[in-house]
Nanobody, 117 residues
Framework: QVQLVESGGGLVQPGGSLRLSCAAS????????MGWYRQAPGKQRELVAS???????NYADAVKGRFTISRDNIKNTVYLQMSSLKPEDTAVYYC???????????WGQGIQVTVSS
């Protein structure tokens, strides 16, 4: 049973930084694409950033240059470093794991990020 546990969220002022972590249990982390999504109130869930097993990254236009996704295959953990945060980054952030061998998505429980003065 794969589980994803997010941590590192909270309240931060505009212009500040936060680092989200997502620890994955179970096997196949190394071959999985890991991603961060977010959902703001009244909006659909959207992709923020993803990193493939080979290390290729993809970012939403809204966060390019401000957010960095990375993974540690020893610790089975994916990170999202968020800088120059804006109020519009406020959302619940979800970690996602996609295993391409079995075509299965797994989601974390979500963690709140609030950017406000």
């Amino acid at each position: 049973q794969v589980q994803l546990v997010e941590s590192g969220g909270g309240l931060v002022q505009p212009g500040g930084s936060l680092r989200l972590s997502c620890a994955a249990s179970g096997s196949a982390f190394r071959i999985s694409t890991m991603g961060w999504y977010r959902q703001a109130p009244g909006k659909q869930r959207e992709l923020v950033a993803s990193v493939t097993a080979s290390g290729s990254t993809n970012y939403a236009d809204a966060v390019k240059g401000r957010f960095t996704i990375s993974r540690d295959n020893i610790k089975n953990t994916v990170y999202l470093q968020m800088s120059s945060l804006k109020p519009e980054d406020t959302a619940v952030y979800y970690c996602n794991r996609f295993n391409p061998l079995i075509n299965v998505n797994v989601w974390g429980q979500g963690i709140q990020v609030t950017v406000s003065s």
